[in-house]
């Protein structure tokens, strides 16, 4: 049974830095494209970053990029987002997203998505 749990959300001021973290089970991590979704309150969700299969290979939205650092943890089965300068509409539930095997991020769209985590709020102050 494949578990998909993030977490490290929480309320911080503009500027300030987190690091998310989502911990997978239950299938072969290193194969699979993965990435971070984010939904505010009132919006659509909207896909944040992504790393292929190989780990070589990365996505930003226009939004987070040159802020946020997605990375992956082999040895821990834990994919990471590193995120800096935060803003107040950064302010979301950010979602986990495991993707398709061997695939590299231009599928990396919510209706190939086969795995979400519950989400983890983040929430910034101005």
């Known amino acids: 049974q494949v578990q998909v749990m993030d977490s490290g959300g929480d309320l911080v001021q503009a500027g300030e830095s987190l690091r998310l973290s989502c911990t997978v089970s239950?299938?072969?991590?290193?194969?699979?494209?993965m990435g971070w979704f984010r939904q505010a309150q009132g919006l659509q969700r909207e896909r944040i970053s992504c790393v292929d299969y190989r780990g070589s290979n990365t996505y930003y939205n226009d939004s987070v990029r040159d802020r946020f650092v997605i990375s992956r943890g082999i040895a821990k089965n834990t994919l990471y987002l590193q995120m800096n300068a935060l803003k107040p509409e950064d302010t979301a539930m950010y979602y986990c997203a495991v993707g398709n095997a061997y695939a590299d991020c231009s599928d990396f769209m919510s209706q190939s998505v086969n795995y979400w985590g519950r989400g983890t709020q983040v929430t910034v102050s101005a």
């Open positions: 239950g299938l072969r991590f290193r194969h699979y494209m």
